[in-house]
């Protein structure tokens, strides 16, 4: 089974700066699709930014383009978000998935395996 475990979250001042890091146990991780969502409580769960499996194609959603930056080091087994200008509409936990497959998706129905997830908090 693979393990997923995401790291760097925390408190920030608006117009602050975080980086997120999601570790992955998969073998095959450099030929996985990866993604990032966040939730916060009585809401479902949202896409933020996914990237692809052979070749780091990346795709974002309209709220955090221009702002957040997703990456990936396949000789590290870890994609990483990079988060800037956050606002306090940003606050959430947010949880790393990882598909079987190369393809980025922003439907968190087509993942396979997800991290516990961590907080993040912007103050404004």
């Known amino acids: 089974q693979v393990q997923l475990v995401e790291s760097g979250g925390g408190l920030v001042q608006a117009g602050g700066s975080l980086r997120l890091s999601c570790a992955s146990s998969a073998r095959t991780f450099s030929t996985s699709a990866m993604g990032w969502f966040r939730q916060v409580p009585g809401k479902a769960r949202e896409f933020v930014a996914s990237i692809s499996g052979n070749g780091g194609s990346t795709y974002y959603s309209d709220s955090v383009k221009g702002r957040f930056t997703i990456s990936r080091d396949d000789t590290k087994n870890t994609m990483y978000l990079q988060m800037n200008s956050l606002k306090p509409e940003d606050t959430a936990v947010y949880y790393c998935?990882?598909?079987?497959?190369?393809?980025?998706?922003?439907?968190?129905?087509?993942?396979?395996?997800w991290g516990q997830g961590t907080q993040v908090t912007v103050s404004s």
């Open positions: 998935a990882g598909r079987r497959f190369p393809y980025y998706q922003r439907d968190a129905n087509y993942y396979d395996y």
